[in-house]
């Protein structure tokens, strides 16, 4: 427990050191943030109370996460105010302000030139996966598995990138790799339990049905409720609360399937753990498996 403290310290330290107008457009807290404070965790495999390299590397990947919230894939086509078009360049702006902290970060973390070079080229096609899931806003008919791999090359990239923060320089390449693919099928996982879970949200599924970025379930639901995701989406007037809610249970009703997803992910996940050494890593990331696995089995 000590080793949470450590990383929630190094979290408000870092919102504390921003500039005021960064801060100030900045969250307290991020969706997914325990998540990836436990992957990352898993990965060190360490025993031992966090050093202080340890602690700023491990607030690496919500520095990441920050900018991604700040600029998220999706937009609101009702918010065309000025005072919102001001937020958003705001928002922009500071992304890359940290960005440019991530950069820094890994430099006063003692990693070497050649590390640093290989998890900026991640970074790069994280931020890619975000322009890439632009043109599946608003759309109801694309193939579960083109969402999926959206969903991974998007949170799985993120959770891979947070278990790279976490591996020493002398690592072999092949398990280092391995590592990653672990980081990124855990946090797509991760990402779908959240989705589902959040189903019972009505304020979180409105939002997400007006900025067009669609959970998976509703790709389910059109599937196996034409009828009813039609005529929300046809209808000539704004739908009413109660229609927004009607479809909303729907597509609870379709989590299920999405949980299998999932499973298919864990199921990867528990074999390639099963190739690592034997060792506090494989026992961490092992005990983070079986929690993730746990919500699918309610």
């Not at 598995?145 to 390449?173: C, I, Q, S, W």
């Not at 690592?276 to 746990?294: I, M, N, V, Y």
Request: some cysteine.
């Amino acid at each position: 427990m000590i080793n949470d403290e450590l990383l929630d310290d190094g979290y408000r330290t870092l919102i504390a050191g921003l500039p005021p107008l960064v801060r100030n457009l900045t969250p307290t807290t991020l969706p997914g943030q325990a998540f990836r404070q436990r992957l990352y965790l898993a990965a060190l495999g360490q025993p031992g109370e966090l050093t202080a390299d340890q602690i700023q590397a491990g607030q690496l990947g919500e520095l990441v996460a920050l900018t991604l919230t700040l600029t998220p894939p999706a937009f609101d086509p009702q918010k065309t105010a000025p005072g919102d078009l001001v937020q958003q360049r705001a928002q922009a702006f500071a992304s890359q302000y940290l960005l440019s902290q991530y950069s820094a970060t890994l430099s006063r973390v003692g990693m070497s030139a050649l590390r640093i070079q290989e998890l900026l080229i991640k970074l790069e096609d994280l931020l890619l996966a975000q322009i890439n899931h632009l043109p599946q806003n608003f759309h109801q008919q694309l193939a579960i598995a083109t969402v999926l791999e959206d969903r991974k090359y998007r949170f799985g990239g993120l959770g891979a990138l947070v278990v790279n923060h976490a591996l020493p320089e002398a690592m072999a390449d092949d398990q280092r790799a391995l590592l990653g693919q672990v980081g990124e099928n855990l946090a797509t996982a991760a990402a779908l339990r959240e989705e589902v879970d959040r189903l019972g949200e009505a304020d979180w599924f409105a939002r997400r049905i007006r900025t067009g970025n669609y959970p998976l379930a509703l790709l389910f639901c059109r599937t196996n409720r034409p009828d009813l995701v039609e005529k929300f989406f046809h209808q000539a007037h704004q739908p009413s609360a109660a229609a927004f809610d009607q479809l909303r249970l729907a597509c609870q009703r379709e989590g299920w399937q999405v949980g299998d997803l999932a499973k298919d992910l864990l199921k990867q996940v528990h074999y390639d753990l099963t190739t690592l050494p034997h060792g506090s890593r494989r026992d961490a990331l092992t005990a983070l498996l079986k929690d993730e696995k746990q919500f699918w089995q309610h």
